[in-house]
């Protein structure tokens, strides 16, 4: 289908990105790759009065690894996630998530910022920046504030940002330790029927802390503080792992829906977590 008329603006900077939206008010929405906002436009799902392009806005821009800390811009593509050697080498788990979005022509297109911003539940990004403890930069008329991604979300495609602020940046310290975002889904580029990002950080053969996220298993990304607990000061070994899937699967609440009823979900929900903690273990 064809979308409804809309006026098209492409500002250059985000203090005029920002006076647009605040003029404009509800009639307005931003946009960064499109992949969720212009189907639902197309589908006259979505009406949007004028539509706000933030692609010829570098300040949304650029990766930085520098002391230890991680920074990146709001229209960083998923692609650029998986070139940066740097990112790389500090946040391999990024590439690894990045590479199992969509496909390729998606993820040229598809940015950091508009796979968190919008609180799409099946997005993948959401969960992985719970796992990391990131913090989202917004900028509005009345400033810029720092919003922690586990505090982010609040239902099904409602956030802290308010409508007439921007993400800007997503920041977080570089991780250590070992790694693993586990997804299942049920074809190349399908969001996830279950996924998971696991962050475990060893001493000998003792686990000294865990962080463990899961996607599309609520109407929000859940992050689950008690299955980091369960495998902290164990050896991660098979009954610590089982206590840890067990935490976590209490803390979720999927829906039946064309990827399968709830007990399917919770079934490879459990096997994808229990995966991603032994990869990430086994890396640690």
């Known amino acids: 289908m064809i979308p409804a008329a809309f006026e098209y603006h492409r500002p250059a900077d985000i203090a005029s990105a920002i006076s647009l939206l605040t003029e404009l008010g509800d009639d307005a929405r931003a946009i960064a790759g499109g992949h969720s ?23 949304l821009r650029g990766i930085a690894v520098e002391g230890g800390r991680i920074s990146i811009g709001a229209m960083v593509t998923q692609n650029d996630l998986i070139e940066n050697a740097a990112l790389a080498a500090s946040a ?16 040229y297109l598809g940015t950091l910022g508009g ?18 403890d990131a913090t989202f930069t917004l900028v509005g008329p009345d400033g810029t504030r720092d919003v922690a991604a586990r505090d982010f979300y609040e239902a099904a495609y409602m956030t802290e940002r308010e409508d007439d602020e921007l993400l800007t940046r997503v920041s977080f310290d570089s991780p250590s330790g070992g790694y693993a975002y586990e997804k299942q889904k049920r074809k190349i580029g399908d969001y996830a029927t279950a996924a998971c990002a696991v962050q475990i950080t060893r001493e000998g053969a003792t686990c000294a802390g865990a962080a463990i996220a899961m996607t599309n298993l609520s109407d929000v990304p859940v992050f689950s503080e008690a299955a980091g607990a369960a495998l902290a000061g164990t050896a991660c070994d098979p009954e610590a792992v089982k206590a840890a899937v067990a935490a976590a699967l209490s803390e979720i609440d999927p829906t039946e829906d064309n990827r399968g009823p709830i007990e399917f979900k919770r079934h490879v929900a459990g096997i994808v977590i229990g995966r991603a903690i032994d990869r990430a273990w086994s890396r640690a």
């Open 92 to 107: 391999p788990i990024l590439r690894e998530a990045a590479l199992q979005i969509a496909d390729p022509q998606v993820r």
């Open 37 to 59: 906002l212009l189907p639902m436009m197309k589908l006259r799902m979505a009406s949007v009065e004028h539509l706000i392009d933030l692609q010829d806005i570098g300040e």
């Open 115 to 132: 796979n968190v911003a919008n609180g799409d539940p099946g997005n993948d990004m959401p969960g992985l920046m719970q796992c990391l």
